[in-house]
């Protein structure tokens, strides 16, 4: 199983970043797919979630409106675009799959991206 992220840098307050997640050895149709971040010296944040459809997204209240979450299922790459970026941004961006299954939880993660946002 691999969750592949891709994207991260660093940005200027007000600027923007795609990041995107590329999935490979699990089923990735039947997982929800989303994003999650851990500031530094915090912990984690789920930011995003979007089902394996595409139809369903949800997002924390910090990100809503900046953030968009998407997937594509044919390419099997979940991607997060990020707009009017802040300071409190900057964390490591991490790619998340899991679904429910016979009373089972399975869930992987990718390695995370940094993204900076400083002036």
């Known amino acids: 199983v691999h969750l592949v992220e891709s994207g991260g840098g660093t940005v200027q307050p007000g600027g923007s970043l795609r990041l995107s997640c590329a999935a490979s050895?699990?089923?990735?149709?039947?997982?929800?797919m989303s994003w999650v971040r851990r500031p530094p010296g915090k912990g984690l944040e789920a930011i995003a979630h979007?089902?394996?459809?595409?139809?369903?997204?949800q997002y924390a209240d910090s990100v809503k409106g900046r953030f968009t979450i998407s997937i594509d299922n044919a390419k099997n790459t979940v991607d997060l675009q990020m707009s009017s970026l802040k300071p409190d941004d900057t964390a490591i961006y991490y790619c998340?799959?899991?679904?429910?299954?016979?009373?089972?939880?399975?869930?992987?993660w990718g390695q995370g991206t940094q993204v900076t946002v400083s002036s």
């Open positions: 998340h799959a899991d679904q429910y299954y016979s009373g089972d939880y399975y869930d992987y």
């Open positions: 050895g699990f089923n990735f149709g039947a997982y929800t």
């Open positions: 979007i089902n394996n459809g595409g139809e369903s997204t």
